[in-house]
């Protein structure tokens, strides 16, 4: 779980520059999450800078992220990209020029009205504007940086000119169809792809409480290869008056906790609005997301009256329940958008002190039991700190929040799931130290002579190299110590864990200990990672000691034959009970229970060696990783099909040619994706 925090001014009609509004995006490490996984968390930037300044140094934390607004019309007049009365491209330049990711919420409607009714859904549906849309798509192409579009939301409502039924704006008044949203969506959706704006990301989002027969009907359903027009599902869902059953909502409050929201169940009247999404033709492996979540200010209706608050203990113990119990619940969650809006139609949390008075004369106060709680559950290490990143846009390490909705696990392709990243050695690196690409400035120095640029493992492109060590306990590369490398560092949160990747190839297995990552020596033992056993038995083992050498867990995994003509990739993760361990992609040990007594020590991390010389590795070593979270099967699958080497094809063949139609065949010598390229020729 990824976490971004940053403003966005959702409002039209009632923001003003005064607003003090909040976002917070909560994005997973991959296109199609599963939360349950528990990923660590990126924070971000907003666009209310001195405002969002202080929130943040309150609450102790940043993000890489920030929303911005976009109308189709403003004052009757069209409104693109970068062009017209009120084009957005500059304040999106802005973001990017800030190091942030770009996030957009569009109306197809006029901030005047008046045209609210010439851009209904079934015009759109109808090709009227399809000008607009292939000159706004083109315009956001040529700018080219990613972007994440929340088109026509909350449809399922009454209260916007695009939602499902009869409306009113601007003087007129008329009926949408469910043809007609459907016709909307798809249409726009095949614009985009028309024109090749692959940097743009669509959001579908209804508002929660839609039934699944209502979803289905407006969906626009697959592409003919039976990939989903749109990129991100989601919901709008806000807690204003929504009470369980008693015992069956947040404890001690019989409030409807988010995930009931979301999912319904006895005693909140709603349906499960999540399940059907995720039962959408084509939304298998979409990411969903709540695109504007809050529990508002008062119970019932929308206005800041005191009978109907609830209160600040109210809102701590809902909070602490949707960020602590909701969000890990809900299969394939990849964001949340927490907004506070605190104009005098405030829906959400008031950011003055009491009363609830939208006097906007208070930033953040940590007084409030809400703030307080609110501040205590985002402060966990399962919610990470993005100012320790050097993130920049568009970049692997971002672009999969925004653009990859689809992921699939494909060779080469930039790693996605490096949130709670601690260390990323590079082994193709021409000479000298190892950079640590993870920003955390762990260089690892290098001790006597390496030799670089090798062939060997193959981080994440076939023309990189490894650096090779010879052996010997006088030639190796030692980060120093830190926290970082230290598992219990993070024993603590909503996903404790921590995770060691090493890519490496050896010519011969070694027999004796050849220890690739290891921190800890005599008096002040910790962990280590070698390979062992010889060419007739060849081990992988994951040891952990207390800081005197008792034995904290000796995970050793007989790997039965192994090619070295191929490099191979080490992967280990634990939550700190229990440790797997992964070789090429299989778990040879699967969740084998920790003792007591691990400990922090003052030793140094050697890579290639240990630090009293017991065992020095003797071969080629590739990108290397430490993680402070438990990494998933699903994103260890993705990093191996990602750093290793493509697989080998043969037997290609053809058969059952004619005018219209051949059959291509061919093996690969490991589970792979493929592609087959195909033209015509005279």
Known sequence: MAVFWGPANLDYDYYNASNQDIALVVSSADGYPQVTDGYPSYWGQTVSTSVVQAFEANLGKKTPFLAINWKMMENSVLNYWSTGPAPIQGAAQNVVNAGKQVVVTMGTWDTAHTQDYNLRPAAIAAGTWDSYFTTAFGQLKTWGHDVLIRLDWEMTGTWYPWCLGAVSSGGNSWTNTAADLQGMYLRIAQLRDQVGATNVSLAWVPNFGASAATLQSIWPGTRADGSAYWDWLGMDAYQAGYYASAGLGVAGT???SLQQLARGGSGTGLPDTWGALLGLSGAAKLPL?????????????????????????????????????????????????????????????????????????????????????FKASIGSPYYLDGAQYT????????????????????????????????????????????????????????????????????????????????????????????????????????????TVEVPFSVTTWPS????????????????????????????????????????????????????????????????????????DNVCVINGQGMGAGLANTTSPLELGNRADNIGAFGGTLGDIQTYGRKLSAAELTEHYYTWMVAPTISSIATSNLTSSSVTVTWTTDEASSSEVEYWLIS
């Open 512 to 583: 004796s200990q050849a220890h690739l990552y290891s921190k800890g020596a005599s008096g002040a033992y910790e962990h280590s990672t070698f390979i062992a056993g010889g060419a007739s038995s060849p081990e992988v083992v994951v040891a952990m000691w207390t800081p005197s050498g008792g034995a904290v867990i000796w995970a050793a995994a007989s790997l039965g034959t192994v090619d070295t003509s191929k490099p191979h990739l080490i992967q280990w993760t634990t939550d700190l009970s229990k440790v797997w361990i992964y070789f």
């Open 391 to 498: 993130l920049q846009p568009d970049s692997s390490t971002l672009r999969p929040y925004v653009l990859q909705s689809n992921v699939t696990d494909r060779y080469g392709k930039s790693i996605s799931s490096t949130s709670a990243l601690k260390a990323w050695w590079r082994g193709t690196e021409a000479s000298g130290n190892l950079a640590d690409s993870s920003g955390n400035s762990h260089t690892a120095t290098a001790v006597g002579t390496p030799t670089y640029q090798v062939a060997g493992p193959i981080p994440s492109n076939p023309t990189q190299k490894g650096v090779s060590l010879p052996g010997s306990t006088s030639t190796y590369f030692n980060p120093g110590d830190s926290d970082d490398f230290s598992p219990t560092t993070f024993n603590t949160g909503l996903q404790p864990g921590f």
């Open 254 to 256: 019989n409030i409807a």
């Open 289 to 373: 997301g709540f695109f504007e979540c809050q529990m508002n200010l008062s119970s019932g209706n929308f206005n800041v009256s005191g009978a109907n608050l609830f209160t600040r203990a109210q809102r701590a113990s809902w909070w602490k329940d949707a960020l602590e119990t909701s969000v890990p619940a809900l299969p394939n969650l990849g964001l949340i958008l927490v907004y506070w809006w605190n104009t005098a139609q405030a829906y959400a949390m008031d950011l003055a002190d009491t009363p609830y008075d939208g006097s906007n004369n208070a930033v953040f106060n940590l007084a409030n039991a809400d703030f307080a709680q």
